[in-house]
């Protein structure tokens, strides 16, 4: 009976995490009306690193001699996955939909078999192809809102292209986190990513604050601050970590998938966003092209 509610619990995780990593497009597309978008990734980050840093701090000193080999590698795991994808998402928010931002997100695992393969020298089959060009399609599909017009005069809203770039620093990070092999525990490992990120986003934050836009401090900041570091930062990433102790990656790899929905939920609801044609036809090419590119191929006995 317990191992049943056990497993009951660690499937229902696939579809309670991506609540709050979704909220994640929830930030980019309202927090971004009243803090300036790098200022919220980069305050986003460095309260992640506050908050999380008297839990681990004990062990990081104790670590400090890894700390000091990994250092260059931690920074990149930084800069892509807290820098890149803090905030290209909330640059995209100014001027795209979550809807938009969710589905091409989902394209992250596609550029992952693609770097993997460059970088990596990981075979791709002809399925993969296939699923790739699926993918890709499926992407462009809604960044051109199914016009073609739009490609041909290349007259297409910026904040997908925002979101294609974030996507690709997805990929970037999540290969290199798994490629690189750590002596540093989970919690311990995502503390010097968040300040790490903080401190890539540091130079572009004070180049916003002084040529663009400068932040107010105020109910607002600290609301939407607290909410991004919370819910789509430390609330998503354990309910995740968990999840994959629980189900393995592979399976854990759907929340993505169902990242994208509750992405629509969001923009539905809460920002009045309409669900077009080609956010169905883009969002199937996307899914498609993904089990193709995700499925193994049968071995001959």
């Known amino acids: 009976m317990r191992t049943k509610i056990n497993n009951l619990f660690a499937l229902s995780l696939l579809f309670i995490q991506p609540i709050f990593m979704a909220s994640n497009l929830v930030v980019a597309r309202g927090g971004v009306e009243y803090v300036p978008p790098i200022s919220l990734a980069f305050w986003r980050w460095a309260l992640v690193f506050l908050i999380l840093l008297p839990f681990t701090y004990l062990s990081l000193k104790k670590n400090y001699e890894i700390m ?7 920074f990149f795991l930084g800069a892509t996955g807290c820098g890149i994808c803090g905030a290209f998402p909330f640059l995209a928010g100014q001027t795209t939909t979550v809807t938009n931002m969710g589905i091409i997100y989902t394209s992250s695992p596609i550029f992952i078999i693609l770097i993997s393969s460059i970088f990596f020298n990981e075979k791709i089959n002809i399925t993969k192809v296939v699923g790739l060009i699926s993918c890709l399609m499926g992407v462009f599909a809604i960044i051109i809102k199914g016009d073609l017009n739009l490609l041909i005069n290349l007259n297409f809203t910026m904040g997908d292209l925002w979101m294609l770039a974030a996507a690709i620093g997805w990929a970037l990070y999540s290969i290199y986190l798994f490629y690189w092999k750590t002596k540093l525990g989970i919690f311990q490992r995502f503390t010097l990513i968040a300040f790490f990120g903080a401190v890539s986003l540091l130079p572009f934050y004070i180049s916003e604050e002084i040529y663009f836009q400068r932040t107010t401090f105020n109910k607002e900041f600290v609301v939407w601050v607290f909410f991004a570091a919370i819910s789509p930062g430390i609330i998503a990433f354990t309910l995740y970590t968990l999840a994959q102790k629980k189900l393995g990656a592979s399976l854990t790899g759907f929340t993505l ?16 966003e309409k669900l077009e044609n080609y956010h169905l036809i883009g969002t199937v090419l996307v899914f498609i092209g993904i089990y193709l590119a995700k499925k193994k191929n049968v071995k001959k006995t």
């Open 68 to 74: 000091k080999k990994e250092y260059k590698k931690l």
């Open 257 to 272: 998938y169902i990242f994208t929905i509750y992405g629509a939920i969001y923009g539905y609801f809460l920002f009045e």
